[in-house]
Each structure stands twice: as structure tokens, then as C-alpha cells.
């Protein structure tokens, strides 16, 4: 067996040993590679920047976690810059298991700017199916949530005074990995109610989304890992995405050569057989 | 997390990783665990959140008795289960989709259909304007297959698998980031929650 054919017939196994060392080192002995903010990250962080303090922002938890690597961080990163312009933020949850992930969010961020539950943010809780509970929403949210996730009425709650429908809220933002999430906000609380929805969502999603953020639909869109980071710069804190950046970089780079590789052994192989048919 | 729960919860992550190697046993177990323990956290969620709040309380307590007919429905669906009624199921099921296309089509048109369009034909004052122009027009060109993509036609439709393949590559690429950014979360998590050597 010939080195290209050898090369062509390498056991995979060598190529997860590659990319496992090219995550775990980063990690372990950080580079401090640059962050450079895209322009939709941007937008969303100015549309926070914009709003008066006292504002409420209503937070939509649709995730779970399966994409907690790549949502979570967005999220704890715009409740943290919500808490700090003192903006008041009100949660809901389109996904079971973004009950309790929102609301780990919700409380690191309130903790660290000394924010308290019931008056400056609520979580309340999850209801099943997607667009009906938006439109819901729109209608009347004392319909759809009676309570908060702790099963504390709506009307004990201060935050929740005067809140009927979307019409006190300035901004929506949904941190989503799926359906329901950003397509159905956009559809009904953007399309329906005119209601600014910036979005978080994984990378996988992230290009379908684009078109909604050229048109409009959307204030600003943060994609995956690279768009927690680049938030957490414009925050200017070390967060959970900063600290995978280096790895996620690195990862790519590895993942880059070995396609480079690939395709220059087979373009090789190709000759050969091609000379040899002559 | 306590102790206990970060070692289940890294050995479980060792199983699963443990199938880059090849199917065994371990991984199997890891699997099957997460199959069951997902099933049941959805049912017993459903029956909490949707069934005891959205009909057993209104219904029996509060004696809105409209909802009858979603728990006829509801029963009607089950009965695919039974392949002797199984056909039953159709009924609910064709109520679902008929709703659904309904309460879908007017929104969706207007927000990724009427919307978009709109925004494709802008100005051609700028260079990205006319990029998105021509690759929507060629990308459309080659998807029109009732004409045969030979001379002029045939090259639009050519630029037009140009656009397509750059779009796939992109997405490709978020993908490829997708997949690490959930690899890099399970070894930050062994690496920090588990063995204690990263701060």
C-alpha cells in the first residue's frame, strides 16, 4: 500500500484524537485570540443600549440542554446587560427545560447587579404550543400565564402591573434552538404586534435567520458561541463563550487543514489513476 | 451541581463519547438512559403543565365543559396505539393539520414570503443590493426546471448553483461551529466541573 493510500484509508479514530486535543488544550492553556463584533451583535447590544431604564424586556427561554454550550452564554449575557441598565425583564418559555436554564440565567445576572425577584424580573414558566402561547401573549397574558413558574399569581407579582398584552414591553428577545422560537416570535410578535425581537440562536439556525436581521424583522441576532463572545466583549466581562473561543478557533483551524488534506489526496489519487488509464 | 450529580452526569458523558471509539456496552447504557429519562420528564411535564392546567382544572372545576371535545380528540389520537381503530387517529390529526395550515399561512406569507420580497428588490445603489438581486433571480432560474438549462438559461442557472453553493458552504461552516461549541461545553464541563483543572 502506497503513503497516499495509506493516507486515504486513515482510521477516523485519529482524526477525533485531532480535534479532541485541539478543544481541550485551548482550554487548558487559553491564547487570548481576538473577538471581533459582527454588526448584527452590535445592533442587538444598541437596542438594549437604547432603552430607557425601567423598560421591560420580555425574555423568551426556548432552548434546552442539548445547545446549552452555544445559548446559554447569550443568554446570561443579555440579562446581565438588561440588569445593568436597570431594564426590567420578564421570562417566558416555549421549551420544558428552559425553565430552569432561563432561570439560572436570570439569577447569576440579578445577583451580580443586586436585582430582586418579583419586581425587577420573573420567570413564568413554560406553556405548550409555540405560536398559539405568542399569540396568546398578544391577546392577553394573564390568559396564558396565570402564574409564574413558582405558581405565585400574576397580580402578586409588581413587575407584572400593567402588563396585559405586548404593548409595555419595548423589546422581545428569544434565545432559541429550535422550533418554536425565532421564526414564530418574528411571525407574530414582529409581523402581528410591531414589536422589536432581537434573537440568540445556535449556528445551525443562525443563516436562516439573516434574512429576517436584513429585513428588519429582527433588531439584532447573536449565532452560536461567536455571537455570546462577541457580546460578552461589548459587555466587556469574561464569559463562559469568551473563555471557548480560543478552542472553537483552534478547532476550526484543525477541521480547515484536515479538509485541505483531504481534497489535495484526492486530487493526487486522481492523477494517478488518470495517468494510469493512459 | 453536588459531587454526586457531576460524577453521573461526567461518567454518562464518557459513555456517550466512549462510542467515537466504537458501539459497546457503556454506550448503549448512556443511550437507553437518556431515551427513558427524556420520555418520562416529557409526559410527567405534559401531564403538570398542559393536562392538570390547560383541561383537568377548567373541566372538572371550573366546568368549562367545551373542552370535552379537545379530550375526545385527545383520546381519538391515543387510539393509533390499537391497529384494529387505529384509523381513528386520522380525525384529530387532520383536524391538527388543517388548524395549523390555517393559522400558519396568512403570517407566514406576509413574514418570510411577502416581506422578503420586498427586501430582494431594493435599489440597485450598492454592490450588496445587487448581489442579493442577481443570486435571488439566478438561484430562482435554477430551480425552474420546465425549461431545459442549455445557452443563456442554462448559464444564469449556473450562477445561480454558485450562490446555492456558497449558502450551503456558510451554512456548513455554522454547522461545524454548531457541533465543537457542543463538544467544547462537555470538555469545559470535565475539564472544570469533574477534574477541577480549569479555574
Known amino acids: 500500500m502506497s503513503a497516499i493510500e495509506k493516507l486515504r484509508n486513515i482510521d477516523r479514530r485519529f482524526i477525533f484524537i485531532a480535534i479532541a486535543l485541539a478543544v481541550i488544550v485551548p482550554l487548558l492553556f487559553p491564547i487570548g485570540l481576538p473577538v471581533t463584533v459582527s454588526p448584527s451583535v452590535q445592533k442587538l447590544y444598541d437596542a438594549i443600549e437604547e432603552l430607557p431604564p425601567g423598560s421591560k424586556v420580555l425574555m423568551s427561554f426556548d432552548y434546552g440542554t442539548s445547545t446549552m454550550p452555544e445559548v446559554y452564554p447569550m443568554n446570561l449575557a443579555v440579562a446581565q446587560h438588561c440588569f445593568s441598565r436597570d431594564l426590567k425583564v420578564v421570562g417566558t418559555v416555549l421549551w420544558p427545560e428552559g425553565v430552569s436554564l432561563g432561570q439560572n440565567a436570570l439569577e447569576i445576572a440579578a445577583e451580580k447587579y443586586g436585582k430582586v425577584y418579583g419586581t425587577d424580573y420573573v420567570n413564568l414558566g413554560y406553556k405548550v404550543g409555540g405560536m398559539v402561547v405568542i399569540q396568546a401573549i398578544g391577546r392577553d397574558i394573564r390568559e396564558i400565564f396565570p402564574e409564574d413558574f413558582r405558581g405565585t399569581p400574576i397580580e402578586e407579582l409588581p413587575i407584572m402591573e400593567g402588563v396585559r398584552n405586548f404593548d409595555r414591553f419595548r423589546l422581545v428577545v428569544t434565545f432559541s434552538a429550535g422550533d418554536p422560537g425565532v421564526r414564530e416570535w418574528v411571525m407574530i410578535a414582529q409581523a402581528r404586534y410591531h414589536k422589536k425581537v432581537g434573537a440568540g440562536c445556535t449556528a445551525v439556525s443562525a443563516p436562516a435567520f439573516y434574512p429576517y436581521l436584513d429585513t428588519g424583522q429582527l433588531v439584532g441576532l447573536l449565532g452560536g458561541m461567536k455571537g455570546a463572545a462577541e457580546y460578552e466583549k461589548l459587555l466587556q466581562s469574561q464569559g463562559p463563550a469568551t473563555a471557548g473561543m480560543d478552542a472553537q478557533s483552534v478547532a476550526h483551524a484543525v477541521i480547515i487543514c484536515f479538509i485541505l488534506f483531504g481534497n489535495l489526496v484526492m486530487l493526487i489519487t486522481k492523477r494517478k489513476t488518470e495517468r494510469r488509464s493512459l | ?199
Open chain 2, 1 to 199: 451541581m453536588t459531587t454526586l450529580g457531576v460524577w453521573i452526569a461526567a461518567l454518562l458523558t464518557l459513555c456517550i463519547l466512549s462510542f467515537l471509539y466504537k458501539d459497546n456496552p457503556f454506550y448503549k447504557f448512556a443511550e437507553h438512559l437518556f431515551v427513558g429519562v427524556s420520555a418520562g420528564y416529557v409526559v410527567a411535564l405534559t401531564y403538570h403543565n398542559t393536562l392538570i392546567p390547560n383541561l383537568f382544572v377548567p373541566l372538572l372545576k371550573q366546568g368549562d365543559y367545551i373542552l370535552i371535545i379537545p379530550l375526545i380528540l385527545g383520546i381519538m389520537m391515543l387510539l393509533r396505539l390499537f391497529p384494529k381503530v387505529g384509523w381513528i387517529s386520522r380525525w384529530p390529526l387532520a383536524f391538527i393539520v388543517g388548524v395549523t395550515a390555517g393559522f400558519w399561512l396568512i403570517t407566514y406569507l406576509q413574514s418570510n414570503g411577502l416581506v422578503q420580497i420586498r427586501e430582494t428588490l431594493r435599489p440597485f445603489n450598492s454592490l450588496g443590493n445587487i448581489v442579493i438581486a442577481i443570486g435571488v433571480l439566478t438561484g430562482l432560474t435554477y430551480f425552474f426546471f420546465s425549461k431545459e438549462h442549455k445557452g443563456v438559461f442554462g448559464k444564469t442557472a449556473k450562477v445561480g448553483i454558485w450562490f446555492l453553493m456558497v449558502t450551503f458552504g456558510a451554512s456548513f461552516g455554522y454547522t461545524v461551529m454548531a457541533r465543537i461549541s457542543l463538544l467544547i461545553g462537555r470538555m469545559h464541563f470535565l475539564l472544570s466541573d469533574w477534574l477541577g483543572l480549569i479555574k
